[in-house]
């Protein structure tokens, strides 16, 4: 018996002993040995270079082209299309595009690149306005760079406009680019597309004011002059108020209003024998229709002197001493003159 209760001492003993155990104790001495992990291999520099190239802008790679220049050259009034490229697409992607004549910028837009159905690369264009001013033009394009594409530039060859030679009878575009430009300036013209009598007086009146011989060709230099905002007639008395003003020296008459040239004519004074009497004069008295001098649509301010219609203008002095007009631009004159306007008439 004493043997029996030693062996259920023992026993006891050890189950106490096992209790008493921390835990996770008896865990760790049943479980098996880890496997040993093998340590990751570094990174190489081919890796690293990779995953920086991988996480970089893609280059881009601008083309221009210029529809509308032939020869580095462009007609005036025609228009200029620039077409331009980026590769390799990107989505969402705008490029600036300017067109600039002698440092000075003429058009500028910002259009999405749009990509070209199953291509790499995307697409911009510019259309320009009718091109008027001479110079020397360029087209240029500035892509910024963003996080998903680098910047990038391009820029076209220069390019120039061509101004024709015209004369009586000439039709077409350039023509009526060159009767809107006789307009601005100044100089009275009905004519549009067609180079008629308007535009033959119109150019008249241009070379007279600037000094040119008297004739009604118009040479390319005057429709660069005209394109440019130059030739016009500049008023002796701008801040007279609604008036007209004759200038002998030059055979022509202009009417102003509010500090500016509003038209003017080729007209013929006062011969040698019969001159146009100068000074400051008052619009008195108008009359209508053709009298019986053939005098057309008057209007008086010295004595018997008038500025009228008349079938006969030459480009130098021939009259009696009045203010001669063509008949076709009488109506238009004897209407803007009002009774109380001042008429200044000098040499």
Known sequence: ?????????????????????????????????PEPVAAPNPATPADAERASADKAPKPARI??????????????????TAIGTVAPFVGGQRVEIRLGNKGKTMLKKTPLVRRVKGKNYGRFHLRSKPLIEAGKYRVRVR??????????AAKSKEFALTFPDLDPGDGGPAVEVFNDLLRKRGYFNTDKGSYGSHTERAVMA??????????????PGIFAALAAGKGGFNAKYPNAGKHAEVDISKQVMALVDKGKVQHVFHIATGAAATPSDQGAFTFYRKDAGFNSLGMYYSVYYNRGEATHGYHSVPPYP??????????????????????GDKMFVYN
Not at 2 to 29: D, E, F, M, N, T
Not at 65 to 71: C, N, P, R, T
Not at 206 to 219: E, H, I, L, S
């Open 143 to 152: 892509k910024a760079a963003t996080g998903a594409q680098a910047g990038g």
């Open 63 to 80: 083309d221009l082209e210029l529809k509308g220049v032939d020869g580095g050259r462009v007609e005036v009034g025609d228009r200029i």
């Open 1 to 33: 018996m004493r043997g029996v209760r030693l062996r259920l001492s023992v026993a006891i003993g050890a189950i106490a002993s096992a209790l008493l155990l921390p835990a996770g104790a008896l865990a760790q001495q049943d479980a098996p040995a």
């Open 206 to 219: 241009y070379r007279k004011v600037n000094g040119m011989d008297r004739n009604f060709q118009a040479t």
């Open 318 to 339: 021939a009259s009696h001493g009045c203010i001669r007009n063509p008949i076709p631009d009488s109506i238009f004159i004897y209407n803007w003159i009002d009774l």
